[in-house]
């Protein structure tokens, strides 16, 4: 029996947004294949009344407008069968932010549920009651949760196996070994009078793997500086 693919269900007031740029490049190619599947769903199949009404005004007042958290639950019971034992994230900016560590991790299961906010955000008693873990892509504010979607579910399904062409290419990457990638040239040798550094045409391996490790580290250093002795794993949750 061949294993059920990574599964990406989103939860979304536009699921015409889906797959969008994820049925192109690699992401779209593996989903052609079936390595990987995706479904968007509509939120406001789940509204309330006539008008299918999803959000309300904030209690306290202020402005803007927040999600229900009764739609909101029945659109994610609705997802829910018994052996689904996918995370559930909220794209949310008060989220604990996305890293390398948790993409690999949700990569390795078996896929993910991602509800999308809108407005305000949403109502905090489903987040709760529905075991939402709050994600966020970065400290800036989005009109809404479907590009973090897209951020998170690209950054998992590139690492899924048979996605990228050459495998090895996702562990020298930028986080993977808590460092900053080291600099990449390729031809033309020499170009508006920048060469590429000998070292790299000198066919040394060993010089060269010198050079790219203390590149990164140098990189790292005056880039993320955060980063510098960071570990590679990270607590999953609270
Ligand atoms: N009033 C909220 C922002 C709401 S933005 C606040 O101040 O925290 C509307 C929706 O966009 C959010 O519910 C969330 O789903 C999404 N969103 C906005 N910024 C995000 C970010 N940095 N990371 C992940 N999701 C984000």
Known sequence: MT???????????YPEMFPGLLGMSLSGDALARGTWALEARQIREHGIGRHRAVDDTPAGGGAGMVLRCDVLGAAIDAVASPGDTRPRLLMSPRGRPLTQARVR???????????????????????????????????YILSGGEVAAFVAID?????????MGK????????????????????????????????????????????????????????????????????????
Do not use: Q
């Open 3 to 13: 294993p059920a693919p990574w599964s990406a269900t989103i939860l979304t007031l």
């Open 105 to 139: 991790e949700l990569a390795e299961g078996p896929g993910i549920v991602v509800v999308c906010g809108r407005f305000e955000g949403v109502d905090e008693r489903v987040i709760a009651a529905r075991g939402l873990e709050e994600v966020s892509i970065g400290d």
């Open 155 to 163: 950054a998992c399904v590139r690492l899924l196996p048979g996605v």
């Open 167 to 238: 495998a090895v290419s996702g562990d020298e990457e930028s986080f993977e070994g808590g460092l900053l990638e080291y600099p990449h040239y390729t031809r033309p040798r020499e170009w508006e009078g920048r060469a590429i550094p000998d070292i790299l045409t000198g066919g040394n391996h060993g010089a060269i793997a010198r050079w790219r490790r203390e590149e990164a580290e140098r990189i790292t250093r005056e880039r993320r500086p955060d980063l510098m002795g960071a570990s590679k794993s990270h607590p999953t949750k609270a």
